[in-house]
């Protein structure tokens, strides 16, 4: 993930919001169980689509959006937290977290992700 202040989807945001949407992105990439049952299919179909030449960011992002609601839900039971985001911070969590799992495409361009 890039730094804070170099993202422009970040932009729109006040500085609570972004501090909320970066510590939620985070929490999203480095919880195993989020891995295990969600991310790896969704990082497996996205690399097949890669390979092919068919991936599209747009849907990539769409597919990680869908997972905003589970990561909030698994948050707030760890942290007896009772988050909630707008509609254009799941978005920043999402690009975060799409961003995270697309840059293991160029570093194995021929294959070679564990999820795969």
Do not use: C
Request: proline share 2%; hydrophobic share 35%.
């Amino acid at each position: 993930m890039r730094e804070l202040s170099g993202m422009d989807v970040y932009a729109n945001l006040a500085e609570e919001q972004r501090h909320r949407a970066w510590d939620l992105a985070l929490y999203a990439v480095n919880t195993v169980e989020l891995y295990r049952s969600t991310y790896a299919g969704i990082q497996r179909s996205l690399y097949k689509k890669y390979i092919k030449g068919e991936y599209n960011e747009e849907q990539a992002n769409k597919a990680f959006y869908n997972t905003v609601p589970t990561v909030i839900r698994l948050w707030n039971r760890e942290f007896n937290d009772n988050l909630r985001l707008t509609e254009a911070e799941k978005r920043v969590v999402a690009t975060e977290i799409r961003e995270h799992y697309d840059m293991d495409f160029e570093l194995y361009p021929n294959g070679g992700l564990i999820a795969v």
